[in-house]
Nanobody
Framework: QVQLAESGGGLVQAGDSLRLSCVLT????????MAWFRQAPGKEREFVSA????????FYADSVRGRFTISRDNSMNTVNLQMTSLKPEDTAIYYC????????????????WGQGTQVTVSS
């Protein structure tokens, strides 16, 4: 059974950086496309970034492109999200997701989800 565990969230000021990590256990990590989504209070869960199984292909939402970088380490079963130049509008719960196929930018594209980690950016 696939399990995902996020870490690295916290309270930071606007302009700061933060690095989120997600570990996948229970199955072969390198078989999965991985993604980060986020959900702010009162809003729907939205796509942030995705990476294919090898790490060669990455995808970003327009709102984070150029500020966030997704990466993965298949030897450590970990996907990371390096967030820089954080803005108050980046405040949300960040979720890690995994898909055995090609992933995508919609929540139904992913079969497995973590519990989320809170990121709060103060102005």
């Amino acid at each position: 059974q696939v399990q995902l565990a996020e870490s690295g969230g916290g309270l930071v000021q606007a302009g700061d950086s933060l690095r989120l990590s997600c570990v996948l256990t229970g199955r072969k990590f390198s078989a999965y496309s991985m993604a980060w989504f986020r959900q702010a209070p009162g809003k729907e869960r939205e796509f942030v970034s995705a990476i294919n199984w090898s790490g060669v292909h990455t995808f970003y939402a327009d709102s984070v492109r150029g500020r966030f970088t997704i990466s993965r380490d298949n030897s450590m079963n970990t996907v990371n999200l390096q967030m820089t130049s954080l803005k108050p509008e980046d405040t949300a719960i960040y979720y890690c997701a995994a898909d055995l196929n090609n992933g995508g930018s919609s929540t139904p594209d992913y079969d497995y989800w973590g519990q989320g980690t809170q990121v709060t950016v103060s102005s």
